[in-house]
């Protein structure tokens, strides 16, 4: 289909008012110029003649400089610069038109003359654009007067005036709705007391109590705070001001992005906001050439990361998708939310499976014939896995060999298996397990790396990365409870550190690690690590969380110390001592060599564990696990 085909009634209307504004300027240029003199009339025969000619060249400029497909509503500084241009090749062809044809070969002298072109040049932008602005601000001035009429939430904007300029861009364009801004707030002195689309910087951050006050005294009380992403720099302490906020019972909202072109749209203020480093620039064009078209398979689809790769797995273009999950709602749950969205076509098919059942997770596999697997079916929580570490060993252990057995009999391209930082130098029975899993995988990669050479081998990576913010189990979820109880809120100890990011940017960063281990030129890494940022003390992300409820730490909500559990230390790292980082030119990733046991050896602990496992001899179990991975110092018993 062609874009002339495309173009609507409305285009057609819009090229005929074109086509009539160039007309009307054209005469109008030759009257201003020869009104009163018998020359004008002497001309307008020849006028005439040439008209036809330069309305069909205008169409084709119009055309080409899609003037006609612009929609007025949203005529901008871009759209103006783009009549200028319009206006100045028409002129321009007037000019040629003018000196290297008429002039020398119809009447011997000039016909337009150069007054005649220059006054056509402005005519021809005043009347291009006239009608568009008066359009552009009848439509302003129309959402204004819905906004008020609809009683609209009188709002301040908090932010750099940068951000606020899209704001207040996203409300006339009723993109935003139900809130009229009645000024800003700013973190740059040199913006007090100016105006961003006639809306008033009214002062810094610490003016909220002020402006409020003043605001309410005038009986027009400010109902609603809008935070822009600017606001939540950490140099600006964003949980004091939703604190003050919050104390003065005001609405918090924020914008989620300013940067993806998207229409800005309010959400309420959540932890991740207040916590994260700026998330990594991820190339999602290079995530959609891994994924567009291929049969992927996620375990613990059900989960929360495993939710989150199904839902990205599904908007980067997979044409299938097996979820695999063991727990029965949370399989109905991912399901039907998939089947909800609308982020892509992809065929989404969700099987109960335990991945300890290797009969079952064979057969699924080899039926679905998948490209992509991602392994994130685990138990990860650590004071129960040190309690019931055996079952850890069942799943985390066997079921992964399970997963990377299968893939490789399927025929996949790649299977991703979900680590964690604890799996680096372990000191819980957790990260033991993970440890021992991406053993087996890194084992498997590298014997499959050295078979005959044919189709390209399999790859079989292991991804790790820290905490994840509201996934099931973390902590926030907890905090958020205490708080909501009254407290207290629990920490276990006030030196405990941990990494964290957000599900999106973790499972973004898994599938760049996949493309990466799927390069034409096989990497010579199967361990990735992601980059977690700055640490973040629990007690802080506590005493962050209080704030952004509106009470204060330590007087309105208490927080006490539990203790460190078995299985956890103060401080998570990313490398071993003995596995120094690899730089693999990909932001936000990079790659680890740990130790990697021959197949041989691992397939005698694996047989061992078997055996042990079938016994229920723990010593055995232990001594082995040690064998393997011999840094590790686990509480368990």
């Known amino acids: 289909m062609t874009r002339l085909s495309r173009l609507t009634y409305r285009n057609l209307l819009i090229l005929v008012h074109d086509l009539l504004a160039t007309v009307v300027a054209l005469f109008a240029a030759f009257y201003i110029r020869f009104e009163g003199l018998s020359s004008f009339w002497d001309r307008v025969p020849l006028l005439l003649h040439i008209l036809p000619y330069f309305i069909a060249f205008s169409f084709v400029v119009f055309y080409a400089s899609n003037l006609m497909t612009t929609k007025w509503r949203f005529i901008s500084l871009p759209d103006a610069l783009n009549i200028v241009r319009v206006a100045t090749i028409l002129t321009v062809a007037l000019l040629v038109l003018d000196y290297i044809i008429v002039a020398p070969n119809v009447r011997g002298t000039f016909f337009f003359g150069k007054v005649t072109i220059v006054l056509y040049w402005f005519l021809e932008i005043s009347g291009l654009s006239a009608l568009r602005f008066a359009y552009r601000y009848f ?30 861009r996203g409300i006339e364009s009723g993109a935003v709705k139900r809130i009229w801004p009645v000024g800003i707030l700013s973190p740059s002195i040199a913006d007090r007391g100016q105006l961003i689309r006639n809306v008033p910087v009214l002062g810094g951050f610490d003016d909220i109590e002020d402006v409020a006050a003043d605001f309410a005294r005038r009986g027009k009380p400010i109902a609603r705070v809008l935070m822009a992403p600017s606001a939540f720099d950490p140099d600006f302490h964003p949980e004091t001001l939703l604190m003050r906020a919050r104390r003065l019972r005001l609405i918090v909202s924020r914008l989620p992005s300013l940067e993806s072109g998207d229409a800005p749209r309010l959400a309420p203020v959540a932890v991740e906001d207040l916590l994260l480093r700026p998330s990594e620039k991820i190339d999602y064009g290079r995530l959609e050439a891994l994924v567009r078209g291929k049969a992927v398979v996620v375990t613990g689809g059900g989960g929360s990361i495993g939710a989150e790769i199904c839902h990205r797995a599904v908007t980067f273009g997979a044409a299938r998708l097996l979820v695999i999950e063991n727990s029965e709602p949370a399989l109905y749950a991912i399901t039907e939310a998939l089947a909800a969205g609308d982020e892509g076509g992809a065929t989404v098919e969700g099987r109960i499976a335990d991945i300890r059942d290797r009969e079952r997770v064979f ?88 078979r005959p050479a044919g189709r390209p081998p399999m790859r079989l990576i292991s991804v790790r990365f820290g905490n994840v913010l509201a996934s099931n189990g973390s902590v926030v979820p907890k905090f958020k409870a205490q708080i909501e109880a009254g407290g207290p809120v629990t920490v276990t100890h006030p030196d405990m550190v941990r990494y964290f990011m957000t599900i999106r940017e973790a499972c973004d960063l898994v599938i760049t690690a996949s493309s990466h281990a799927l390069a034409p030129e096989r990497p010579g890494v199967s361990v990735y690590v992601l980059n977690m940022g700055q640490p973040v003390r629990i007690v802080e992300l506590a005493e962050r969380m209080i704030r952004l409820s509106g009470l204060q730490p330590g007087y309105d909500i208490e927080i006490v110390f ?15 001592s003995e596995e120094p980082p690899v730089e693999i030119g990909l932001a936000g990733i990079m790659a680890a060599k740990p130790n990697e046991p021959p197949m041989q050896t691992l397939r005698k602990w694996i047989a061992g564990l078997d055996q042990a496992i079938e016994r229920d001899d723990p010593v055995t179990i232990k001594a082995i696990l040690k064998d393997a991975v011999p840094e590790f110092g686990s509480s368990a018993a």
């Open 139 to 168: 439509r302003y001035t129309r959402v204004r007067y819905h906004a008020k009429a609809e009683d609209a939430a009188p709002a301040l904007l908090i932010g750099r005036t940068a951000d606020a300029e899209v704001v207040l």
């Open 363 to 450: 057969r699924l596999i080899a039926e679905f014939k998948p490209d992509l697997v991602f392994h994130a079916a685990a138990l990860k929580h650590v004071p129960i896995l040190e309690r019931d570490w055996s079952e850890g060993v069942k799943t985390n252990i066997f079921g992964s060999i399970n997963v990377a057995d299968a893939a490789v009999a399927a025929g996949a391209e790649a299977m991703v298996m979900i680590s964690t930082d604890k799996a680096i130098e372990p000191v819980s029975m957790l990260g033991l397990t993970k440890r021992f899993a991406e053993m087996y995988c890194q084992a498997l990669d590298h014997e499959l790396a050295e």
């Open 562 to 576: 539990s203790g460190i559990r078995p299985g956890e230390r103060l401080n998570e790292i990313l490398f071993a």
